[in-house]
């Protein structure tokens, strides 16, 4: 009787995430174009509902929501069908858009997808070989083999996204390292730009004049043909098509100057804004963060060169460590206990919902980016992936902020993954991300401003 | 030389419509064998006989000012895309008849080009609704065109036809529906009609033409 009550719970909640996943989709993925295949958005919403229902597996394990065995049933169907969409699902519809994009391969659509699909399974497998994350004993298709690969790469992806994120919030949120742009910097660039365009279309000008005087010419000078017309038009060449040419050369230059100027005008345009945002209240508040959050990517980075170099992976998490702490050392006494339950769920809460909401923040701004009309199913369809991969590694690693009591229940149905491995892969591409992107950053900084002071 | 005026005429609408094919097919006559993205603006020049035949030819050249870009990007480059909007003798506003959305986008692209113009006279419009007033008193005359019609089913495209007949009167515009194919064609360029030439449009009359 209690497992149908907790069944239908965890089904509306499903249903629930499921439209949030819809409606983030069409309003903020794809909001400049139309759908016309619902199953990717079918998809996409579905890989969203699988993954949240999986972190409220996590908060219902903290809080003692339900009953422990349809807990642990729920956990293992949800992972079993979270699997089956990120390794057959998704990668087959991808391999089908893709292939559906090039007109050559269009009468055999469904043999071109599953040859790739066959090909991703070959790499996926391959991609388990250099990395000691499994014992031997288990068996060729079981949930952890699967589990293992997915996780590596789900990890490598999040550890890139946050070196990078602990590098760039500092760096976008404080007004240090604002440039000063003024009025009179903006009106200069545009004065060129549009001088530039003016050139452009002077040339364009007198080629259309050209081409019309050659054309009403045209009759007599066709385009020579046969073995004594190529002889004659080596040596008698229009005298017009010369021209031409070395116009259209001119006009292609300028023409790149054109676009490099507009690009960098609307950096300046942008530059100038994040001026004005900052002397305002919010502005300043955010610059504070950003202080705030230098030091926290500092302390980071720091942490995980030390856990390499002395190879260490943490044994306790940090809400028993600061009850520890405080109990020890500080001497309050209150129960550890009821204190320990709710402060995880606080602690693993924000991690659960800041992780999701800066992921696909982060999506949104890459599908902007590089989306085209054509190519944003497959676009999406991979970012469904990302999102998937990411959030199963989430829950790999979150493991380690539980306190003893709930990490059981992950690692029951992960099986006998070799967590610590994770842990030591994150540090390295955290550290490998972080260094990589202050050198971008400071690479980019400095670039930016020599371009402006040339007069 | 000094007798050809200038003529400067917008190409707008969103991302992957086809303007940059269509403005090379104006152009050059040719169509554009591998369309890339369009980064900032890119111009081309067409010579165009007003009144070809009469006493009162003329000479134009057409600068067809193809902007790039979606309608809802960040407002830096919003304020970039501006400077272009200067002195603007008429707009082109290029939709694909495939994707519904492209045509909704174009009023808050006539909008954006138009309130360039509206902004010294004092009226400040503050959200981006469309309201038909605004299109009243427009002084520069407006074209709508249709794009990508081959690549609707037969069955559909009546409803697509009308749909978009009623785009074309809200705007107080000319429409023209096409197809730019991938096929090597030679036409004389002068045959293309409704091509702004400083007269007014009226009305919503519904044409469609092929380019075989």
């Known amino acids: 009787m209690s497992f149908l009550v907790d069944s239908s719970i965890m089904f509306t909640s499903q249903i629930f995430f499921f439209g949030f996943g819809w409606l983030f989709f069409m309003h903020q993925l794809f909001k400049d174009y139309e759908v016309r295949q619902y199953v990717v958005q079918v998809i ?60 050559l391969l269009h009468k055999q659509r469904l043999l071109f997808s599953c040859l790739l699909w066959l090909t991703f399974m070959y790499f996926f497998w391959k991609l388990g070989d250099p990395f000691p994350i499994l014992s031997p004993k288990h068996g060729i298709l079981s ?11 789900g990890v490598t992806l999040m550890a890139l996204l946050s070196g990078f994120g602990a590098v760039n919030c500092p760096y976008t949120y404080m007004s240090y390292f604002l440039r000063n742009v003024t009025e009179a910097d903006i009106l200069t660039l545009e004065r060129r730009l549009l001088q530039t365009m003016d050139m452009i279309i002077s040339k364009k000008k007198r080629m259309a004049v050209a081409r019309r005087t050659i054309f009403q010419r045209g009759e007599v000078h066709e385009k020579p043909s046969g073995f004594w017309g190529m002889i004659r038009s080596v040596t008698v060449s229009v005298p017009g098509s010369e021209n031409l040419t070395l116009i259209q050369q001119e006009v292609d230059a300028l023409e790149e100057l054109s676009r490099q100027l507009f690009l960098e005008t609307a950096d300046l345009y942008a530059t100038k804004e994040r001026i004005e945002y900052s002397k305002t209240f919010k502005g300043k508040y955010f610059n504070f963060l950003g202080y705030f959050f230098s030091i926290y990517c500092v302390w980071k980075i720091f942490m995980a060169t030390i856990n390499i170099i002395f190879d260490r992976v943490g044994k306790t998490d940090p809400v028993t460590r600061g009850i520890e702490i405080t109990v020890n ?68 690693l979150i493991r380690m902020s539980m306190p003893l009591e709930y990490r059981t229940i992950i690692t029951e149905v992960l099986g006998e993954l070799q967590f610590n491995f994770y842990h030591r892969w994150f540090d390295v591409i955290f550290l490998v991300s972080a260094l990589s992107s202050i050198l971008f950053l400071y690479l980019a900084h400095k670039q930016a401003p020599e371009k402006h002071m040339t007069p | 030389m000094a007798s050809l005026d200038r003529v400067k005429v917008l190409v707008l609408g969103d991302s992957g419509v086809g303007k940059s094919s269509l403005v090379h097919l104006l152009c050059q006559n040719q169509v554009l064998g591998n369309p890339s993205w369009t980064v900032g603006c890119s111009v081309d020049v067409r010579v165009h006989d007003y009144k070809e035949g009469t006493p009162e030819e003329r000479t134009y050249y057409i600068e067809l000012w193809d902007v790039g870009g979606s309608v809802g990007c960040a407002s830096s480059v919003k304020s970039t895309r501006a400077v272009f909007y200067n002195s603007v003798n008429g707009i082109i506003l290029v939709h694909d008849l495939t994707n519904k959305k492209s045509s909704q986008n174009l009023y808050r692209w006539s909008l954006e080009a138009l309130n360039r113009d509206l902004v010294p006279t004092g009226v400040l419009v503050t959200n981006g609704d469309y309201d038909r007033e605004q299109f009243a008193d427009n002084q520069i005359p407006l074209l709508v065109i249709g794009t990508k019609l081959d690549q609707i089913n037969e069955t559909k495209r009546h409803e697509v036809l009308t749909r978009t007949a009623f785009l074309a009167e809200d705007f107080n515009a000319e429409e023209i529906n096409l197809v730019i194919e991938k096929r090597y064609f030679l036409r004389e360029g002068n045959q293309i009609p409704g091509l702004p030439d400083r007269k007014r449009f009226g009305g919503g009359t519904l044409k469609s033409l092929h380019y075989d």
């Open chain 1, 44 to 103: 996409f919403s579905v890989t969203f509902a699988f993954s949240c229902t999986m972190f409220e597996l996590i908060i219902f394990e903290i809080l003692g929501v339900l009953n422990s065995s349809s807990r642990y049933f729920h956990w293992k169907m949800n992972l079993f069908i979270i699997l089956l969409i990120l390794v057959f699902m998704v990668p087959f519809y991808t391999g089908y858009f893709i292939v559906s994009n090039i007109r």
């Open chain 1, 143 to 153: 949930i952890e083999q699967l589990i293992s690969r997915v996780g590596v790469i």
């Open chain 1, 329 to 396: 050392y500080l001497g309050i006494q209150f129960d550890v206990k009821f204190w320990s339950q709710h402060i995880s769920f606080i602690l693993v809460g924000i991690i659960i919902v800041t992780s999701i909401r800066g992921l696909l923040i982060t999506l949104t701004k890459f599908f902007y980016a590089i989306s085209s009309s054509k190519s944003s199913n497959v676009i999406v369809l991979l970012l469904a992936q990302i999102m998937g991969m990411y959030f199963v590694s989430s829950v790999l």
